[in-house]
Each structure stands twice: as C-alpha cells, then as structure tokens.
C-alpha cells in the first residue's frame, strides 16, 4: 500500500524542477568559465580538427609545446602532417573579448531565468501548505532539508509507510470516548427484526454510510419469522398447574402434545444415556432440559431429543449457569440451520418466484422455554429414579404464527485501489430480543466506528488498500443469521472467488479478561499474528499474553457453532470466517444473552465499567486483520491450519472404514482410498506452502496466482454432492450432515457409508488438485 496523489508531492516535484534548472544554469556557466581558463594556459592545443591516423585508424591530437615550439607533432611514426600555428595567427586579445562577452552573456541569461523561477515558485508556495507540513512530508518522503553548509537538498522517490505505522495509524482512530457516544445512538428499546425501532436504526446507519461518502446500497428480503400469537399464548400444563411463558422459541413445531416429564439435564446424548441407564423411557416423553450455557444450542438440544422420540421440549436457564438469575425469560430459535427455513437454499426476494418448500433442518416436535420458578415446580414433583422423572405426564401447547416479515441490510464499501474485485466483509446484526446491548449495540458501534476509521485512513492519511472493505449491518440476526443468509443465497454467484474473508462483529464485548475465537483454519495464523500486536483490555501486555502466549490455541479457540453468525460464510458459503468475544474468565456465554436484561448496565458490570475501552481493542483487533487481508500483494492466508484439523477427522473415520472391512461387513471398499485422498490435500499443502516461500511477496502476478489458490480451499471443501435443501451446511470437514467426515465415522450403514466415503474422498481430492496446478498441468499429480 503506498501514498499517492498527496498535495505535498506536487510540491516537492515543483521543487525538484526548480532544482534541476537551477543546476543546469550552473553547470553551462561552470563550461564557459572551463574555456576561458584553458586559454590563458600556456598548453595550447591545435584549433584544427584532430585528424584519423590512415594506419592506426585511431584520432590523434597535436599537442603544442611550449618547449619546443617548432616541433612537428604527427602520429606514432613521426611522419609530419601539421606544423605549429604561428602566434601571430590567433590574434589572442580578439578571441579574449569575445570569450568575455560570452561569459557575461550566459550569466545574464542565467541569473533572469533564476528570478522568474524564484517568483513562480514562491507565488505557488502561498497556496500550499505551512513549513511544518512540508518538513512532515519531507520526512515521510525521505527529501532533506538541505545542512548548514548550504548543501543542495537531493529530492527522493516516494517512501511507502511501514505496516506498523499504517495500522497504528489505524489504532490511534479508535477512542473510548467515541464508542461511548456510540453507544448512547443505538442503544433504542425495542430492535426486533422488521420492527419500527430495525427499521429506524437501518436507515440511521444507511444516511451514516452516505455521510462519510461511501458507496451504500440496501437489499430487502420478505422472510417467514414466527412469533408468539397474541389470541393464543403458549401453555405448559402440569397437573393443576398452567403456566403461560412469554419467552418463546422460533420455529418450534406447533401443536399440543402429552407425555410423561423426564429430566435430562443439558440434552446431550450422554445426557439422554444416563436416563436411559437409570431405567427412564425417553420414547413418548416430554423432555426437561437446562439451557445450554455454550454446551448446545436450542436447536441442537431439540434436535437430540427428536432423534431420541421425544414428543416435546422444555428449556429453562438454571441459576448455576446463568450467573445466579432466576426469574428470566429465554427467547431463541430451533432451527438447525439459517436463513428463512421456508426458502431453503435460496433467497427470499420474492416468495411467488419459488414453489413453497421447508427447510429438513425444521423440527417436527414442539419446543418452548420456561423460567427457573416453573421448571423448580415440576421438578419437585417430577418423581421417578434419581429425580429423573418417567412417572407425571404434563402437557405442551405452542400456537406461534409465521409473520411474512421486511428485513433490511444495509452495505457501503470502500473500494480497493488495486484489486477492487476483491473484499473482506465485516458485518453486525441490528435486531436482538431485547434491548441486545451486548449482542447489537456493541457489534453495531464497532461496525461503524471501523467504516468512519478506514474512511478517514484513506482520505486523510493517504492509504490506499489494494482490496476492498465492505460493512454490513444484517437484519433478523437472531432468528438464525436470516439476513446474512439469505445475502448469501442471492448473490453466491457474485461472491464466488472475490469474497475474501468475513469478520462477524456480534457479541465482541461480552466480559472482561477472557478472549475467545471460533475461526476457519485458513485464518487462525492471522489471528495469532494479530492478538501478538494488539494491545490487552487489562492494561499490561498484548491479547496474546492475555490468554497464555504459548497455549493460546487451547485457551481461545472454539469451534464454531450452528448458531455462531459466521457460520453460514464459512459452512455454506466457502468463505474463511471468523468471530471473537473478550468475555469474562471462565464464563464463555454471556447469561443475559437472548433474554430482555441484556442491557447496558449488566454488560457494564461484566466489564467493570470498561464497556468502551474493551471496544476500542475489539475494533484494533477486527480493524488489523482487515487492514492486512486488503493491504499485502499476498493474502494472509494459511492452509496448514488445517494440518491438525483434518487429522482430527480423518483419523477416526480411517479407523472406523479399517475395522468394518476387516469384520467383514463393509465390502468393496478399501480404506487405501481415504488414506490416499488425505495424503494428496496434505501433499498440496505442503506444495503450497513451497510456492508461497519461493514467490516474491511484491511480484503481482505470481501472488495473484497463489492467492487464487488461497481462496480456492474452503469453496473447494464444500461438497458437490449435497443439496442445500437437506445440507445447506456442505462444508466436509466443519459443515453439518451425513456427508461430513465426523458423521461418516458414526455411520454404520454399509451402502451408505460406501456411497458417501467414494464422495468424500473424492471432494478431499479435487481440493487437493485445485491447488496444486492447472487443468493442463493436472496429472494426478497429488
């Protein structure tokens, strides 16, 4: 990245001109000076044109002698060709006054053409900037100011500014103080998706976005989002009791159910083995969970319970894990997937263009939450072994309507100046259940604070990024990613190859002296580069000696959820994604998220009233990884991320396919396939890897080519054998469904184990190739 088109460096070209005619002028006057003192000399040289040897074919000069004036001068073999020229002949006074007058001439001449310049250049230096400006470019530039002695001044190309300069360029344009205004603008009331208070705070950041004079655009897309029914609330009813929950899940199947209550802690399938071990039936139960607390989303409890026979679900946050809350009410939604569910795989621009659908990762069994005083009831009456339940039956009823909904985001991009085809998104969802200050406000303040510091990276200070940056603000963020998604879905074709990576900027401040991160691999060395450079919210050295410098991996990274906003770039879309939350030791979730107290005076108490300052490392942090990815001529990019990863997922499921062909019942099938799939991608790797060392990281067409492979692995992970419809998530190694290769290590079906194992060993395969050279240069190489 370097300056260009800087006010200062017409003036310093201007100075450099005027500096060269200055010295041209001297340098014709140091000549005539030469000539004059030449004939004064007593050594005189002929005035004849020196004369070719016709033997040597060499020039020869006839010197004069003072010593012996009469001396015949020829060539070598002193044969005579010219005799000295008799004094008399140069009339030597004549010839002086007109050597004088020459002299006084060109002095002339130089000395008006020094005052005209001396004018022109003082008249433009009126309008131009003050001496301390100039000194500043000087010195970004390079140029000296010339010494005391009166040395000439050597004007110097153009100097491109350092990365740390230019990113502490960017640091410096964060502040407490303006996040604190910040967060005063977009903390409203009430911001549910398609609401008065989204609507508002949509076009409040769209006339933002103009303001700076960012290209801005919005697109709109009409989705199914299912709320409570006003005439019909929701109910649990258990023996005399009924309660009547506000709080609510999205997407939950509607209907009424009756069934026996078990309690199965957290809802997951050890969870569900232990009542099954006590004796407890779980086929035809209703089923009592404690919410997950960063154990499992609602959809992935309600999922395990489907799978299990369950008729029904019960979510209640327990005080233990929600920091000794009690009385609350949880929203969220159970939809093991994002975007609108009644558009799978497409965009809900128009719901009349598509024929009507429904997502498979629906649930086909009621789900609602309830407060810790109701599930306390039922639990004391619960009965059966281990206070497991199986004995009381209670009742469910859930009456939520689907609203066909208007939901907005809004886009501005700065354009690269280089690669503009080509752009990292930072994005924030606006809606919450609440007041979501932890979950909107903050995300929302940073996305925007970071538009308003690159904007003025560029046009104050002069940065020009290669790439481009685009900011996002999503609707319907909570029910599911639904905005993001749906973006997704429309314009997948359009992001193909140029949709570098996506940085989500939900929930980066939930706590204080903890920090956590759920990233593609290809980002993770990026990441840690990062967390080395900035500064830590606690004051005292950087995030990476936050989180324990050598054990960093164990201590931030996470893998990413169904539910995490930057799942659907990285799963569905085959974009390298990331998140990240400073939060509170040992306290992963924020317990107020999704509820109504998620408000500013909880999320100030997390962070020991250092809300603002801990957004100010937030916005370093997203605003540096940025910054580098649209910077370098070669992404910051690093496919041995996945060396560990993959390892981790191919080694079970070889063990798995080896165990099954040996007893015999998988047949026709070699485990070598698997194993020779998993050894090419690793050999592409390390291939890679050779180029990136032996590329010249400032040569654009030879990082272009590695860049493009970069970008290649992730989209070349997702599965082509899948339908978006019953696997929108068709990553193979970090998606979601019977294709990845977690769930083909669980599969005990030999046929399709042996269809969907020939599948991905093959999908390991192209990505492998892909990587490694062109079509005409592909002979199986890897």
Same mark, same amino acid.
């Given at each position: ?151 000439? !001044?050597?004007? %110097?190309?153009?100097?491109?500014? &350092? ?13 407490? =103080? ?10 409203? #009331?009430?911001? &549910? ?36 029914? &006003? ?6 009813? $258990? ?98 997937? /994002? ?20 997502? /498979?990762?629906? =649930? ?10 109701? *599930? ?43 690669? =503009? ?6 994005? @924030? %969802?606006?809606? *919450? ?11 929302? &303040? ?7 510091? $690159? ?50 900027? !939900? ?41 324990? %410098? ?20 990285? *799963? ?12 509170? #030791? ?110 010249? #990281? ?51 079906? #030999? ?6 194992? @020939? ?12 990587v490694v050279s062109d079509i005409w240069e592909n002979d199986n190489q890897v």
């Amino acid at each position: 990245m370097v300056l260009y088109d800087r006010p200062e460096g017409h003036i310093l070209k201007y100075l450099s001109a005027a500096a060269k005619r200055e010295r041209s002028s001297r340098i014709k006057m140091d000549r005539v000076k030469s000539t004059f003192d030449t004939m004064l000399k007593s050594v005189r040289y002929s005035r004849f044109p020196t004369q070719r040897d016709e033997e040597t074919n060499q020039n020869v000069m006839f010197k004069l002698s003072e010593d012996d004036d009469n001396a015949e001068v020829g060539p070598a073999d002193g044969s005579p060709r010219f005799r000295r020229v008799p004094d008399s002949a140069f009339n030597g006074w004549r010839l002086f006054i007109i050597l004088a007058l020459s002299f006084l001439l060109v002095f002339a001449v130089g000395c008006l053409v020094g005052h005209f310049t001396g004018k022109k250049l003082d008249t433009e230096s009126a309008s131009c900037p003050t001496q301390s400006v100039l000194a500043g470019v000087a010195k970004e530039q390079g140029t000296g100011k010339g010494d005391d002695n009166g040395s000439e !001044d050597v004007p %110097q190309e153009e100097v491109p500014m &350092s990365w740390n300069e230019i990113s502490q360029l960017l640091d410096d344009k964060f502040t407490r =103080p303006a996040f604190d205004e910040r967060f005063k603008t977009f903390d409203v #009331p009430s911001r &549910s998706a398609g609401s008065e208070g989204d609507i508002s705070l949509a076009a409040a950041i769209s006339d933002e976005f103009k303001a700076l004079d960012l290209e801005t655009w919005s697109d709109v897309h009409y989705v199914q989002l299912q709320k409570p029914n &006003s005439q019909r609330p929701n109910t649990v009813t $258990f023996g005399s009791e009924v309660f009547k929950p506000t709080g609510y899940l999205a997407y939950s199947a509607i209907g009424k159910v009756e069934g026996k209550l078990v309690y199965a802690t957290y809802g997951r399938r050890q969870d569900i083995d232990a009542v099954r071990a006590a004796g407890v039936e779980v086929n035809g139960s209703v089923l009592l969970f404690r919410a997950g607390a960063g154990k499992l989303t609602f959809a992935e409890q309600v999922a395990n319970a489907e799978a299990q026979g369950a008729l029904a679900v019960l979510i209640y946050p327990d005080p233990e894990d929600f920091d000794n809350m009690a009385d609350f009410e949880l929203y969220g939604h159970v939809h093991l997937g /994002s975007g609108d569910p009644y558009t799978p795989g497409f965009p809900s621009f128009n719901h009349t263009q598509f024929p009507p659908t429904r997502s /498979s990762a629906l =649930p086909s069994i009621p789900a609602q939450t309830i407060t810790f005083p109701m *599930a306390t009831t039922l639990l004391k009456s619960i009965g059966g072994p281990n206070k497991m339940g199986g004995v009381e039956k209670i009742s469910v009823e859930v009456n939520n309507e689907l609203v066909n909904t208007k939901v907005h985001n809004v886009f501005a991009v700065l354009k690269g100046f280089i690669d =503009p085809d080509q752009y990292v998104v930072l994005g @924030a %969802q606006r809606d *919450a259940w609440g007041p979501g200050y932890a979950r909107a406000t903050v995300g929302c &303040s940073v996305l925007m604070e970071m538009a308003k510091a $690159f904007k003025d990276l560029v046009e104050r200070d002069g940065v020009r990024p290669r790439r481009s940056v685009v900011f996002a603000s999503w609707g319907a963020g909570e029910y599911g990613s639904v905005g993001a998604t749906e973006f997704l879905e429309g314009y997948l074709s359009s992001i193909d190859r140029k949709l570098v990576t996506y940085i989500s900027l !939900d929930g980066v401040v939930t706590g204080r002296g903890g920090f956590v991160a759920s990233a593609s691999p290809m980002l993770r060395k990026l990441l840690e580069d990062t967390i080395k450079q900035v500064k830590s919210p606690l004051d005292r050295g950087t995030v990476y000696n936050m989180v324990g %410098q050598t054990k960093w991996e164990a201590n931030v990274l996470r893998p990413m959820s169904v539910d995490d906003p930057a799942y659907p770039f990285l *799963a569905f879309a085959g974009v390298p994604s990331i998140s990240f939350h400073f939060i509170t #030791p040992n306290m992963e979730t924020y317990p107020y998220d999704g509820t109504c107290l998620d408000n500013a005076d909880h999320l100030n108490y997390n962070t020991a009233q250092k809300t603002g300052a801990i957004a100010v490392v937030a916005a370093q942090l997203a605003g540096r990884m940025a910054l580098r990815l649209v910077h370098d001529h070669m992404l910051s990019l690093d496919m041995s991320g996945y060396r560990k990863v993959l390892l981790k997922a191919y080694s079970p499921l070889y063990m798995h396919v080896r165990n099954l062909v040996k007893s015999g019942e998988l047949e026709g099938v070699d485990p070598k396939w698997l194993a020779n799939a998993y050894g090419s991608f690793t050999r592409a790797m390390a291939n890679l890897n050779r180029v990136i060392t032996n590329t010249d #990281p400032k040569e654009e067409h030879g990082c272009r080519r590695v860049n493009e492979k970069l970008m290649s692995v992730e989209r070349n992970l997702l599965s082509p054998y899948v339908s978006p419809v019953e696997s929108p998530f068709r990553h193979l190694v970090l998606g979601r469904g019977k294709h990845t290769l977690a769930a083909l290590a669980e599969n005990k079906d #030999p046929q399709e184990l042996r269809i969907q194992l @020939a599948f991905a060993s093959w999908n390991l395969k192209m990505c492998a190739h892909a990587v490694v050279s062109d079509i005409w240069e592909n002979d199986n190489q890897v």
